[in-house]
DNA sequence: CCCTTATGCCAACAGGGTTGACCTTATCTT
DNA sequence: AAGATAAGGTCAACCCTGTTGGCATAAGGG
Protein backbone atom coordinates (compact mmCIF):
# COMPACT_ATOMS: atom_id res chain seq x y z
CA UNK A 1 0.00 0.00 0.00
CA UNK A 2 0.59 3.73 -0.36
CA UNK A 3 3.41 4.25 2.32
CA UNK A 4 5.22 6.94 0.42
CA UNK A 5 3.23 8.62 -2.50
CA UNK A 6 5.44 8.99 -4.73
CA UNK A 7 5.63 12.69 -6.96
CA UNK A 8 4.45 12.64 -10.31
CA UNK A 9 8.14 14.13 -11.57
CA UNK A 10 9.64 10.89 -9.84
CA UNK A 11 7.38 8.21 -11.42
CA UNK A 12 9.53 6.07 -13.83
CA UNK A 13 7.51 2.51 -14.03
CA UNK A 14 3.72 3.02 -15.41
CA UNK A 15 2.15 -0.10 -15.35
CA UNK A 16 -1.05 -0.15 -17.19
CA UNK A 17 -4.44 -1.41 -14.64
CA UNK A 18 -6.54 -4.22 -14.98
CA UNK A 19 -8.20 -2.66 -18.19
CA UNK A 20 -5.00 -0.92 -19.93
CA UNK A 21 -5.31 2.33 -19.27
CA UNK A 22 -2.11 4.02 -17.91
CA UNK A 23 -3.00 6.18 -15.07
CA UNK A 24 -1.56 9.75 -14.38
CA UNK A 25 -1.90 12.71 -11.72
CA UNK A 26 -3.17 14.11 -14.66
CA UNK A 27 -5.70 11.62 -15.55
CA UNK A 28 -6.91 10.80 -12.69
CA UNK A 29 -7.89 14.34 -12.04
CA UNK A 30 -9.90 14.60 -15.25
CA UNK A 31 -11.06 11.50 -14.71
CA UNK A 32 -12.72 13.04 -10.86
CA UNK A 33 -13.63 16.35 -12.63
CA UNK A 34 -15.92 13.84 -14.91
CA UNK A 35 -17.15 11.88 -11.89
CA UNK A 36 -18.22 14.99 -10.11
CA UNK A 37 -19.87 16.25 -13.03
CA UNK A 38 -21.81 12.97 -13.50
CA UNK A 39 -22.66 12.48 -9.86
CA UNK A 40 -22.87 15.59 -8.10
CA UNK A 41 -20.27 16.85 -5.39
CA UNK A 42 -20.81 14.15 -3.29
CA UNK A 43 -20.85 11.65 -5.55
CA UNK A 44 -16.85 11.34 -5.48
CA UNK A 45 -15.57 8.16 -4.23
CA UNK A 46 -12.75 6.21 -4.44
CA UNK A 47 -14.44 3.22 -5.27
CA UNK A 48 -16.85 4.93 -8.46
CA UNK A 49 -13.29 6.41 -9.19
CA UNK A 50 -11.67 3.67 -9.60
CA UNK A 51 -14.25 1.79 -11.39
CA UNK A 52 -13.84 5.15 -13.87
CA UNK A 53 -10.58 4.51 -14.54
CA UNK A 54 -11.05 0.61 -14.43
CA UNK A 55 -8.56 0.66 -11.57
CA UNK A 56 -9.15 -0.93 -7.91
CA UNK A 57 -9.87 2.04 -5.45
CA UNK A 58 -6.72 1.45 -3.24
CA UNK A 59 -4.92 1.89 -6.59
CA UNK A 60 -5.32 5.64 -5.77
CA UNK A 61 -3.19 5.72 -2.62
CA UNK A 62 -0.48 5.66 -4.63
CA UNK A 63 -1.02 8.76 -6.10
CA UNK A 64 -2.73 10.82 -3.09
CA UNK A 65 -2.44 10.26 0.45
CA UNK A 66 -5.74 10.20 0.62
CA UNK A 67 -9.48 11.59 -1.09
CA UNK A 68 -8.63 14.91 0.51
CA UNK A 69 -5.09 15.38 -1.70
CA UNK A 70 -6.50 14.53 -4.73
CA UNK A 71 -9.26 17.02 -3.29
CA UNK A 72 -7.14 19.92 -3.17
CA UNK A 73 -5.35 18.50 -6.42
CA UNK A 74 -8.55 19.68 -8.14
CA UNK A 75 -8.79 22.60 -6.81
CA UNK A 76 -5.69 23.73 -8.13
CA UNK A 77 -6.06 22.33 -11.34
CA UNK A 78 -9.23 24.73 -11.53
CA UNK A 79 -6.82 27.57 -10.57
CA UNK A 80 -4.97 26.78 -13.42
CA UNK A 81 -7.50 26.86 -15.73
CA UNK A 82 -8.50 29.98 -15.01
CA UNK A 83 -5.58 31.43 -15.30
CA UNK A 84 -4.89 29.64 -18.45
CA UNK A 85 -8.50 31.25 -19.99
CA UNK A 86 -6.85 34.77 -18.90
CA UNK A 87 -4.56 36.89 -20.84
CA UNK A 88 -3.49 40.29 -19.40
CA UNK A 89 -3.85 43.83 -21.87
CA UNK A 90 -2.67 46.25 -19.22
CA UNK A 91 -5.85 48.10 -18.83
CA UNK A 92 -6.00 47.54 -15.14
CA UNK A 93 -9.47 47.53 -14.85
CA UNK A 94 -10.19 45.48 -17.71
CA UNK A 95 -7.76 43.05 -16.11
CA UNK A 96 -9.68 42.42 -12.91
CA UNK A 97 -12.44 42.10 -14.59
CA UNK A 98 -11.98 39.50 -16.85
CA UNK A 99 -9.34 37.77 -13.90
CA UNK A 100 -12.29 37.63 -11.25
CA UNK A 101 -14.51 36.07 -14.11
CA UNK A 102 -12.00 33.61 -15.53
CA UNK A 103 -11.54 32.11 -11.78
CA UNK A 104 -15.63 32.61 -10.96
CA UNK A 105 -15.90 30.81 -14.52
CA UNK A 106 -13.34 27.98 -13.91
CA UNK A 107 -15.10 26.99 -11.30
CA UNK A 108 -18.69 27.00 -12.04
CA UNK A 109 -18.04 25.39 -15.14
CA UNK A 110 -17.38 22.37 -12.77
CA UNK A 111 -20.04 22.97 -10.18
CA UNK A 112 -19.91 19.93 -8.23
CA UNK A 113 -15.96 20.07 -8.33
CA UNK A 114 -16.35 23.98 -7.18
CA UNK A 115 -18.36 23.11 -4.54
CA UNK A 116 -16.19 20.27 -2.96
CA UNK A 117 -12.70 23.15 -2.91
CA UNK A 118 -13.62 26.37 -3.34
CA UNK A 119 -13.08 26.80 0.22
CA UNK A 120 -9.69 25.14 0.80
CA UNK A 121 -6.72 27.28 0.62
CA UNK A 122 -4.07 24.92 -1.21
CA UNK A 123 -0.86 26.87 -1.93
CA UNK A 124 -0.12 25.14 -4.28
CA UNK A 125 1.67 26.80 -7.62
CA UNK A 126 -0.82 27.50 -10.01
CA UNK A 127 -2.63 29.27 -6.53
CA UNK A 128 0.13 31.23 -6.44
CA UNK A 129 0.52 32.09 -9.28
CA UNK A 130 -3.10 33.55 -9.77
CA UNK A 131 -2.30 35.46 -6.48
CA UNK A 132 1.06 37.05 -8.16
CA UNK A 133 -1.38 37.67 -11.08
CA UNK A 134 -3.42 39.82 -9.25
CA UNK A 135 -1.17 42.48 -6.84
CA UNK A 136 0.66 42.57 -10.04
CA UNK A 137 -2.59 44.05 -11.66
CA UNK A 138 -3.12 46.74 -8.70
CA UNK A 139 0.51 47.68 -8.10
CA UNK A 140 0.39 48.45 -11.58
CA UNK A 141 -2.16 50.25 -11.74
CA UNK A 142 -0.67 52.48 -9.04
CA UNK A 143 -2.07 51.87 -6.06
CA UNK A 144 0.47 51.73 -2.78
CA UNK A 145 1.01 48.54 -1.19
CA UNK A 146 -1.52 48.73 1.63
CA UNK A 147 -4.44 49.56 -0.41
CA UNK A 148 -3.55 46.89 -3.33
CA UNK A 149 -3.52 44.28 -0.50
CA UNK A 150 -6.74 45.14 0.90
CA UNK A 151 -8.48 44.90 -2.49
CA UNK A 152 -6.30 41.76 -2.99
CA UNK A 153 -7.30 40.35 -0.56
CA UNK A 154 -11.66 41.63 -1.22
CA UNK A 155 -11.34 40.38 -4.36
CA UNK A 156 -9.92 36.78 -3.87
CA UNK A 157 -11.70 36.16 -1.46
CA UNK A 158 -15.09 37.65 -3.14
CA UNK A 159 -14.22 35.63 -6.42
CA UNK A 160 -13.92 31.91 -4.54
CA UNK A 161 -16.53 32.96 -2.15
CA UNK A 162 -19.48 34.05 -4.58
CA UNK A 163 -18.13 31.05 -6.85
CA UNK A 164 -18.74 28.68 -3.97
CA UNK A 165 -21.79 30.03 -2.76
CA UNK A 166 -23.19 29.84 -7.05
CA UNK A 167 -21.82 26.00 -7.56
CA UNK A 168 -24.03 25.29 -4.49
CA UNK A 169 -27.29 26.38 -6.23
CA UNK A 170 -25.81 25.72 -9.99
CA UNK A 171 -24.59 21.37 -9.11
CA UNK A 172 -28.48 20.88 -8.16
CA UNK A 173 -30.35 18.21 -10.38
CA UNK A 174 -32.03 20.24 -12.53
CA UNK A 175 -35.70 19.49 -11.72
CA UNK A 176 -33.95 20.39 -7.63
CA UNK A 177 -32.42 23.58 -9.39
CA UNK A 178 -36.13 24.47 -11.46
CA UNK A 179 -37.98 23.77 -7.91
CA UNK A 180 -35.50 26.15 -6.03
CA UNK A 181 -35.90 29.44 -8.83
CA UNK A 182 -39.84 28.97 -8.69
CA UNK A 183 -39.60 29.33 -5.40
CA UNK A 184 -39.57 33.37 -5.82
CA UNK A 185 -42.50 32.78 -8.33
CA UNK A 186 -44.54 30.70 -6.18
CA UNK A 187 -43.36 30.72 -2.14
CA UNK A 188 -42.42 34.59 -2.47
CA UNK A 189 -44.91 35.97 -4.40
CA UNK A 190 -47.47 34.27 -2.44
CA UNK A 191 -46.56 35.99 0.66
CA UNK A 192 -48.86 38.53 1.97
CA UNK A 193 -48.21 41.97 1.65
CA UNK A 194 -49.82 42.64 5.39
CA UNK A 195 -46.85 40.28 6.98
CA UNK A 196 -44.30 40.59 4.49
CA UNK A 197 -44.92 44.23 2.32
CA UNK A 198 -41.51 44.55 1.17
CA UNK A 199 -40.94 41.44 -0.48
CA UNK A 200 -45.09 41.32 -1.56
CA UNK A 201 -43.67 44.66 -3.07
CA UNK A 202 -40.82 43.68 -5.40
CA UNK A 203 -42.14 40.31 -5.98
CA UNK A 204 -41.93 40.56 -9.66
CA UNK A 205 -38.47 41.86 -9.70
CA UNK A 206 -37.45 39.22 -7.41
CA UNK A 207 -38.38 36.54 -9.08
CA UNK A 208 -35.90 38.02 -12.44
CA UNK A 209 -33.13 38.65 -10.55
CA UNK A 210 -32.56 36.12 -7.51
CA UNK A 211 -32.27 32.95 -10.47
CA UNK A 212 -28.90 35.06 -11.39
CA UNK A 213 -25.66 35.63 -9.74
CA UNK A 214 -24.75 38.53 -7.64
CA UNK A 215 -21.17 38.35 -8.70
CA UNK A 216 -21.02 40.86 -11.52
CA UNK A 217 -22.54 43.26 -9.81
CA UNK A 218 -20.11 42.71 -6.23
CA UNK A 219 -17.33 42.71 -8.95
CA UNK A 220 -18.14 46.28 -9.98
CA UNK A 221 -18.37 47.65 -6.60
CA UNK A 222 -14.86 46.54 -5.94
CA UNK A 223 -13.67 47.84 -9.14
CA UNK A 224 -15.26 50.81 -8.96
CA UNK A 225 -13.72 51.43 -5.19
CA UNK A 226 -10.34 50.44 -6.80
CA UNK A 227 -10.85 53.64 -9.56
CA UNK A 228 -11.67 55.92 -6.46
CA UNK A 229 -8.58 54.63 -4.68
CA UNK A 230 -6.08 55.75 -7.13
CA UNK A 231 -4.08 58.75 -7.19
CA UNK A 232 -3.84 59.51 -11.04
CA UNK A 233 -7.41 59.62 -12.86
CA UNK A 234 -8.88 56.76 -13.95
CA UNK A 235 -7.87 56.85 -18.26
CA UNK B 1 -39.62 3.99 11.09
CA UNK B 2 -40.66 7.30 9.67
CA UNK B 3 -42.74 7.00 6.55
CA UNK B 4 -44.45 11.10 7.83
CA UNK B 5 -42.11 13.02 9.85
CA UNK B 6 -44.54 14.68 12.53
CA UNK B 7 -44.31 18.54 12.28
CA UNK B 8 -43.17 20.06 15.72
CA UNK B 9 -46.39 21.78 16.60
CA UNK B 10 -48.57 18.39 15.81
CA UNK B 11 -46.49 16.45 17.90
CA UNK B 12 -48.91 15.43 21.37
CA UNK B 13 -46.75 12.50 22.83
CA UNK B 14 -43.52 13.03 24.00
CA UNK B 15 -42.22 9.12 25.30
CA UNK B 16 -39.04 9.60 27.33
CA UNK B 17 -36.09 7.95 25.66
CA UNK B 18 -34.06 5.51 26.91
CA UNK B 19 -32.16 7.65 29.14
CA UNK B 20 -34.89 10.02 30.47
CA UNK B 21 -34.66 13.12 27.96
CA UNK B 22 -37.58 14.30 25.81
CA UNK B 23 -36.68 15.11 22.83
CA UNK B 24 -37.90 17.79 20.24
CA UNK B 25 -36.46 19.47 17.29
CA UNK B 26 -35.02 22.43 19.00
CA UNK B 27 -33.02 20.24 21.77
CA UNK B 28 -32.15 18.28 18.70
CA UNK B 29 -31.08 21.51 16.26
CA UNK B 30 -28.84 22.93 20.02
CA UNK B 31 -27.23 19.43 20.53
CA UNK B 32 -26.61 19.16 16.88
CA UNK B 33 -24.79 22.47 16.77
CA UNK B 34 -22.77 21.37 20.03
CA UNK B 35 -22.17 18.24 18.45
CA UNK B 36 -20.89 19.93 15.55
CA UNK B 37 -18.32 22.46 17.37
CA UNK B 38 -17.26 19.63 19.40
CA UNK B 39 -16.48 17.65 16.65
CA UNK B 40 -16.17 19.62 13.35
CA UNK B 41 -17.95 19.95 10.45
CA UNK B 42 -17.77 16.41 9.05
CA UNK B 43 -18.20 14.88 12.55
CA UNK B 44 -22.12 15.59 13.00
CA UNK B 45 -23.48 11.94 12.05
CA UNK B 46 -26.74 10.73 13.05
CA UNK B 47 -25.09 8.08 15.54
CA UNK B 48 -23.06 10.37 16.95
CA UNK B 49 -26.34 12.47 17.54
CA UNK B 50 -28.21 10.41 18.60
CA UNK B 51 -25.49 9.38 21.66
CA UNK B 52 -25.19 12.77 22.70
CA UNK B 53 -29.09 12.75 22.94
CA UNK B 54 -29.14 9.11 24.87
CA UNK B 55 -31.54 8.21 22.02
CA UNK B 56 -31.20 5.68 19.16
CA UNK B 57 -29.62 7.02 16.13
CA UNK B 58 -33.06 6.25 14.17
CA UNK B 59 -34.80 8.06 16.60
CA UNK B 60 -33.66 11.09 14.52
CA UNK B 61 -35.93 10.17 11.80
CA UNK B 62 -39.06 10.46 13.55
CA UNK B 63 -38.10 14.69 13.84
CA UNK B 64 -36.49 14.57 10.38
CA UNK B 65 -36.69 13.15 7.20
CA UNK B 66 -32.69 12.99 6.99
CA UNK B 67 -29.90 13.82 7.78
CA UNK B 68 -30.18 16.87 4.91
CA UNK B 69 -33.32 18.14 6.47
CA UNK B 70 -31.53 18.62 9.43
CA UNK B 71 -29.02 20.52 8.22
CA UNK B 72 -31.35 22.97 7.08
CA UNK B 73 -33.04 23.44 10.29
CA UNK B 74 -29.86 23.86 11.80
CA UNK B 75 -29.13 26.90 9.35
CA UNK B 76 -32.56 28.69 9.99
CA UNK B 77 -31.55 28.45 13.45
CA UNK B 78 -28.36 30.41 12.68
CA UNK B 79 -30.54 32.92 10.59
CA UNK B 80 -33.19 33.41 13.47
CA UNK B 81 -30.22 33.71 16.07
CA UNK B 82 -29.03 36.54 13.58
CA UNK B 83 -31.78 38.54 13.44
CA UNK B 84 -32.40 38.15 17.24
CA UNK B 85 -29.23 39.82 17.99
CA UNK B 86 -30.06 42.76 15.75
CA UNK B 87 -32.18 46.03 16.25
CA UNK B 88 -33.33 48.64 13.81
CA UNK B 89 -32.11 52.13 14.48
CA UNK B 90 -34.00 53.43 11.20
CA UNK B 91 -30.38 55.27 10.10
CA UNK B 92 -30.11 52.81 6.90
CA UNK B 93 -26.85 52.65 6.98
CA UNK B 94 -26.00 51.38 10.34
CA UNK B 95 -29.02 49.25 10.33
CA UNK B 96 -27.82 47.24 6.83
CA UNK B 97 -24.01 47.49 8.28
CA UNK B 98 -25.20 46.11 11.83
CA UNK B 99 -27.27 43.44 10.03
CA UNK B 100 -25.00 41.97 8.05
CA UNK B 101 -22.38 42.04 10.56
CA UNK B 102 -25.24 40.11 12.74
CA UNK B 103 -25.99 37.35 10.16
CA UNK B 104 -21.90 37.24 9.07
CA UNK B 105 -21.50 36.88 13.13
CA UNK B 106 -24.19 34.42 13.92
CA UNK B 107 -22.44 32.04 11.26
CA UNK B 108 -19.01 32.53 12.50
CA UNK B 109 -20.12 31.80 15.79
CA UNK B 110 -20.55 28.00 14.56
CA UNK B 111 -18.22 27.75 11.80
CA UNK B 112 -18.60 24.09 11.63
CA UNK B 113 -22.46 24.62 11.35
CA UNK B 114 -21.85 27.91 8.70
CA UNK B 115 -19.86 25.26 6.69
CA UNK B 116 -22.45 22.81 6.47
CA UNK B 117 -25.51 24.96 5.92
CA UNK B 118 -24.44 28.31 4.29
CA UNK B 119 -24.61 27.66 1.12
CA UNK B 120 -28.18 26.36 1.66
CA UNK B 121 -31.43 28.30 0.30
CA UNK B 122 -33.69 26.66 3.27
CA UNK B 123 -36.87 28.66 2.56
CA UNK B 124 -37.77 28.64 5.81
CA UNK B 125 -39.32 31.56 7.78
CA UNK B 126 -36.85 32.77 10.05
CA UNK B 127 -34.82 33.00 6.42
CA UNK B 128 -37.87 35.07 5.05
CA UNK B 129 -37.97 37.27 8.03
CA UNK B 130 -34.31 38.08 7.24
CA UNK B 131 -34.70 38.92 3.31
CA UNK B 132 -37.98 41.13 4.43
CA UNK B 133 -35.90 43.12 6.71
CA UNK B 134 -32.78 44.12 4.31
CA UNK B 135 -35.74 44.67 1.73
CA UNK B 136 -37.13 47.17 4.07
CA UNK B 137 -34.07 49.05 5.55
CA UNK B 138 -33.27 49.37 1.53
CA UNK B 139 -36.87 50.35 0.26
CA UNK B 140 -37.23 52.92 3.88
CA UNK B 141 -34.03 54.43 2.53
CA UNK B 142 -35.59 55.34 -0.11
CA UNK B 143 -34.17 53.31 -3.32
CA UNK B 144 -36.17 52.32 -6.51
CA UNK B 145 -37.34 48.90 -6.26
CA UNK B 146 -34.93 47.43 -9.07
CA UNK B 147 -31.68 49.25 -7.29
CA UNK B 148 -33.62 47.83 -3.83
CA UNK B 149 -33.86 44.62 -5.28
CA UNK B 150 -30.27 44.43 -6.51
CA UNK B 151 -28.52 45.51 -3.68
CA UNK B 152 -30.75 43.07 -1.81
CA UNK B 153 -28.98 40.21 -3.87
CA UNK B 154 -25.70 41.08 -3.21
CA UNK B 155 -25.93 42.18 0.18
CA UNK B 156 -27.20 38.36 1.24
CA UNK B 157 -25.44 36.41 -0.86
CA UNK B 158 -21.84 38.74 0.06
CA UNK B 159 -22.89 37.20 3.57
CA UNK B 160 -23.43 34.26 3.21
CA UNK B 161 -20.07 33.40 0.66
CA UNK B 162 -18.10 35.12 3.20
CA UNK B 163 -20.06 33.46 6.21
CA UNK B 164 -19.31 30.07 4.66
CA UNK B 165 -15.68 30.96 3.09
CA UNK B 166 -14.25 32.12 6.24
CA UNK B 167 -15.91 29.45 8.51
CA UNK B 168 -14.03 27.25 6.61
CA UNK B 169 -10.89 28.36 7.52
CA UNK B 170 -12.05 29.01 11.40
CA UNK B 171 -13.42 25.20 11.48
CA UNK B 172 -9.83 23.87 10.97
CA UNK B 173 -8.50 22.76 14.33
CA UNK B 174 -6.13 24.93 15.84
CA UNK B 175 -2.84 23.60 15.11
CA UNK B 176 -4.31 23.51 11.28
CA UNK B 177 -5.18 27.06 11.26
CA UNK B 178 -2.12 28.76 12.92
CA UNK B 179 -0.25 26.45 10.31
CA UNK B 180 -2.28 27.94 7.31
CA UNK B 181 -1.39 31.47 8.64
CA UNK B 182 2.12 30.97 9.19
CA UNK B 183 2.13 29.89 5.06
CA UNK B 184 2.06 34.01 4.67
CA UNK B 185 4.68 34.16 6.84
CA UNK B 186 6.68 31.30 5.65
CA UNK B 187 5.74 30.24 1.99
CA UNK B 188 5.00 33.23 0.16
CA UNK B 189 7.42 35.27 2.45
CA UNK B 190 10.70 32.99 0.77
CA UNK B 191 9.03 33.47 -2.50
CA UNK B 192 12.11 34.84 -5.05
CA UNK B 193 11.57 38.17 -6.14
CA UNK B 194 12.71 37.68 -9.28
CA UNK B 195 9.76 35.00 -10.27
CA UNK B 196 6.96 36.32 -7.79
CA UNK B 197 8.09 40.38 -7.35
CA UNK B 198 4.69 41.05 -6.33
CA UNK B 199 4.32 38.75 -3.85
CA UNK B 200 7.63 39.70 -2.09
CA UNK B 201 7.19 43.37 -1.97
CA UNK B 202 3.86 43.27 -0.30
CA UNK B 203 5.12 40.08 1.78
CA UNK B 204 4.75 41.84 5.26
CA UNK B 205 1.43 43.61 4.29
CA UNK B 206 0.22 40.07 3.39
CA UNK B 207 1.32 38.47 6.87
CA UNK B 208 -0.63 40.83 8.46
CA UNK B 209 -3.95 41.03 6.41
CA UNK B 210 -4.61 37.69 5.50
CA UNK B 211 -5.39 36.06 8.45
CA UNK B 212 -8.61 38.56 8.80
CA UNK B 213 -11.63 38.44 7.31
CA UNK B 214 -12.40 40.38 3.99
CA UNK B 215 -16.17 40.66 4.78
CA UNK B 216 -16.04 44.45 6.49
CA UNK B 217 -14.25 45.94 3.32
CA UNK B 218 -16.28 43.67 1.10
CA UNK B 219 -19.35 45.51 3.12
CA UNK B 220 -18.30 48.54 3.50
CA UNK B 221 -17.78 48.89 -0.30
CA UNK B 222 -21.37 47.68 -0.71
CA UNK B 223 -22.82 50.40 1.91
CA UNK B 224 -20.35 53.07 -0.24
CA UNK B 225 -22.13 51.80 -3.74
CA UNK B 226 -25.97 52.21 -2.01
CA UNK B 227 -24.85 55.89 -0.79
CA UNK B 228 -24.39 57.02 -4.07
CA UNK B 229 -27.16 55.18 -5.91
CA UNK B 230 -29.55 57.05 -3.15
CA UNK B 231 -31.56 60.01 -3.98
CA UNK B 232 -31.50 62.17 -1.20
CA UNK B 233 -28.15 63.00 0.13
CA UNK B 234 -27.30 60.95 2.54
CA UNK B 235 -27.63 62.86 5.97
C1' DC C 1 18.06 -11.78 -19.57
C1' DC C 2 17.41 -11.50 -14.76
C1' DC C 3 16.31 -8.86 -10.41
C1' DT C 4 14.39 -5.38 -8.01
C1' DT C 5 10.78 -2.90 -6.78
C1' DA C 6 7.20 0.32 -8.27
C1' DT C 7 2.75 -0.15 -8.92
C1' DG C 8 -1.42 -2.54 -9.47
C1' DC C 9 -5.00 -5.77 -7.12
C1' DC C 10 -7.57 -8.24 -3.36
C1' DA C 11 -9.80 -8.70 1.02
C1' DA C 12 -10.98 -6.79 5.17
C1' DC C 13 -12.06 -3.17 8.83
C1' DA C 14 -14.40 0.52 11.10
C1' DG C 15 -17.73 3.73 10.70
C1' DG C 16 -21.44 6.28 7.75
C1' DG C 17 -26.90 7.00 6.51
C1' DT C 18 -31.00 4.76 6.30
C1' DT C 19 -34.90 1.41 6.94
C1' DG C 20 -38.28 -2.38 8.34
C1' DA C 21 -40.04 -4.64 12.21
C1' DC C 22 -41.00 -4.43 16.77
C1' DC C 23 -42.38 -2.72 21.37
C1' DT C 24 -43.91 0.54 24.90
C1' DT C 25 -46.37 4.01 26.74
C1' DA C 26 -48.95 8.75 26.37
C1' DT C 27 -53.18 10.22 25.33
C1' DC C 28 -58.12 9.81 23.79
C1' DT C 29 -62.50 7.49 24.19
C1' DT C 30 -65.90 5.20 26.50
C1' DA D 1 -61.05 3.73 35.52
C1' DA D 2 -60.15 0.72 31.73
C1' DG D 3 -59.20 -0.21 27.14
C1' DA D 4 -57.92 1.13 22.41
C1' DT D 5 -54.89 3.57 19.30
C1' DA D 6 -50.87 4.85 17.37
C1' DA D 7 -46.82 8.16 18.20
C1' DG D 8 -42.56 7.67 19.04
C1' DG D 9 -39.09 5.07 21.01
C1' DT D 10 -35.53 0.82 20.06
C1' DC D 11 -33.00 -2.94 17.53
C1' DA D 12 -30.74 -5.27 13.88
C1' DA D 13 -29.51 -5.21 9.38
C1' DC D 14 -28.58 -3.24 4.76
C1' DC D 15 -25.21 -1.21 1.59
C1' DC D 16 -22.23 2.54 1.25
C1' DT D 17 -17.74 5.00 2.50
C1' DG D 18 -12.35 5.79 3.17
C1' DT D 19 -8.48 3.34 4.19
C1' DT D 20 -4.79 -0.31 4.84
C1' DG D 21 -1.86 -4.78 4.94
C1' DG D 22 -0.43 -8.37 2.12
C1' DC D 23 0.32 -10.11 -2.24
C1' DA D 24 1.30 -10.46 -7.34
C1' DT D 25 3.24 -8.85 -11.51
C1' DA D 26 5.54 -6.56 -15.01
C1' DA D 27 8.67 -2.45 -16.18
C1' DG D 28 13.03 -1.15 -16.81
C1' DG D 29 17.96 -0.84 -15.00
C1' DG D 30 22.18 -3.65 -14.77
Redesign the interface.
Given at each position: MAKHVVPEAARRRRRPTRTGTVLSEEIIVDTALRVLREHGSTGLTARRLGAALGADPSTLYRYFAGMDELTRAIGDELMGRALDSWTATGDWRADLRALGRAIYGAYLAHPQAA?LT????T?RPRE?AV??AI??IL?GAGLP??V???VY??FI??S???A??D???LALAAEARAQ?EE?WQT??AR?PAES????A??AA??AR??PH??YP??LE??L??TAARLPAPDA
Open positions: LASRVGIDELGRDPAVRHADQLAFALAGSDMAYLHPHIATLLRMSAAAMLEH
